[in-house]
């Protein structure tokens, strides 16, 4: 299983000839990668334009699957997309493993002003490998539980601070996930998210984590 990180809070997960895209924020994004459209799915975890991003475009084009929060899902068809609805806590099935749609503490709208539903992190499982998005999110208690049930593989958190966590909260957020591995993601695309992520690389191999900090475009390799 690889993960690559294509930008902001984008990434695509690989494993033998599966692929998938989460959050695929690319046009508008400043720091984005280029990105490879050879996919399976695309996952969404709430509705904000740098999340749901270019999804509506490039399912429109080539009838790859979006899987959003049920009211997202709808407005991504009735926007021309290929969309699955789905909603909290179901273990919703693919060809190349599971995922589940968990809480985050957030908000949810499309940018022309629709209800998206409730926004959410993702815990991918591909190729025996659990991966935990947390999504956009403050500092939340389910966390924990995220930890103490699914116990994911590897976490990527946002550090940005201002429409989510900071450093200090994601460390937090990382002691009660467990993860062995945390990549640090949603900082630095924009003034008002600029953060020194080696703070928060060494705040976390303080308590015994391995962070992995990934330029645009860069693979991790678990
Ligand atoms: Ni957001
Ligand atoms: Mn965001």
Redesign the pocket.
Known sequence: MKIQYIG??AFKISHDNYSILIDP?ITGNPMAAKVDLNLNDILVT?A?G??LGDSIEISRKTKIPVTAIFELANYCAKHGANAQGINMGGKIPYSWGHAMWLPAS?SSGTPDGQYGGVPSSILVNMGGVSVYHAG?TGLHYDLKMVGELYKPDISLL?IGGF??MGIDEAVQAAKWLGSKKIIPM?YNTFPSIKVDANEFKQKIEAIGVECIILKPGEWFQF
């Open positions: 902001h809070s924020f709430h904000h740098d999340h957030h956009d946002p429409y989510t949603h």
